[in-house]
């Protein structure tokens, strides 16, 4: 059902295929007169940016193990994907990259079972972390209380360079 989800959709790099086929869970789960199923999803997405993957819980099982470890600070398959490549000094058309993408959808669908039970439970806490002082800055100009010309919570250095003397 989610094949179309690979390679961040249709192989196009945006959002991780594994965040999109679980966020559709979470909307089945979660989805309450509070929204819940946003804050869920908000705070996948936000864990996923942070975590330093791929995790080495599933090496027992993949040709390659022991995989150096990449924050992405993005939920972009393409930025994702190429941070680990060049930290691996590897590349996107390879096993062992296939291997990582396996490892890390597997961590994600964990990840929202583990969000899913504190629902459940009635105990869901975000569990990712603020956005960084620069992306902070940044919305103040350009989020809801600025030109509300941004609604994304990424790292904005990312792909637009910080500049001191910024004015809008």
């Not at 680990?84 to 597997?106: F, L, P, Q, S």
């Not at 990712?128 to 030109?147: F, I, M, N, Q, R």
């Given at each position: 059902?989610?094949?179309?989800?690979?390679?961040?959709?249709?192989?196009?790099g945006?959002?991780?295929?594994?965040?999109?086929?679980c966020?559709?869970?979470?909307?089945?789960?979660?989805r309450?007169?509070?929204k819940?199923?946003?804050?869920?999803i908000?705070?996948?997405?936000?864990?996923?940016?942070?975590?330093?993957?791929?995790?080495?819980?599933?090496?027992?099982?993949?040709?390659?193990?022991?995989?150096?470890?990449?924050?992405?600070?993005?939920?972009?398959?393409?930025?994702?994907v190429?941070?680990?490549?060049?930290?691996?000094?590897?590349?996107?058309?390879?096993?062992?990259?296939?291997?990582?993408?396996?490892?890390?959808?597997?961590?994600?669908?964990?990840?929202?079972?583990?969000m899913?039970?504190a629902?459940?439970?009635?105990?869901?806490?975000?569990?990712?972390?603020a956005?960084?002082?620069?992306?902070?800055?940044?919305?103040?100009?350009?989020?809801?209380?600025?030109?509300?010309?941004?609604?994304?919570?990424?790292?904005?250095?990312?792909?637009?360079?910080?500049?001191?003397?910024?004015?809008?």
């Amino acid at each position: 059902m989610f094949h179309h989800a690979a390679g961040g959709y249709g192989s196009q790099g945006t959002l991780c295929g594994s965040l999109g086929a679980c966020s559709a869970i979470i909307n089945l789960v979660a989805r309450d007169k509070e929204k819940t199923h946003n804050k869920i999803i908000k705070d996948l997405i936000n864990w996923y940016a942070s975590y330093n993957h791929p995790t080495d819980e599933f090496d027992s099982i993949v040709k390659f193990p022991k995989q150096k470890r990449v924050i992405p600070g993005s939920p972009l398959c393409h930025v994702s994907v190429s941070t680990w490549t060049m930290a691996n000094e590897t590349e996107i058309a390879t096993y062992e990259r296939k291997d990582r993408c396996a490892k890390v959808a597997g961590k994600v669908a964990m990840q929202t079972v583990m969000m899913l039970n504190a629902y459940a439970d009635g105990k869901f806490k975000p569990v990712a972390p603020a956005v960084s002082a620069e992306t902070a800055a940044c919305l103040e100009c350009h989020g809801p209380e600025g030109d509300h010309n941004q609604q994304g919570q990424m790292a904005c250095g990312l792909c637009h360079p910080h500049k001191a003397d910024h004015a809008d």
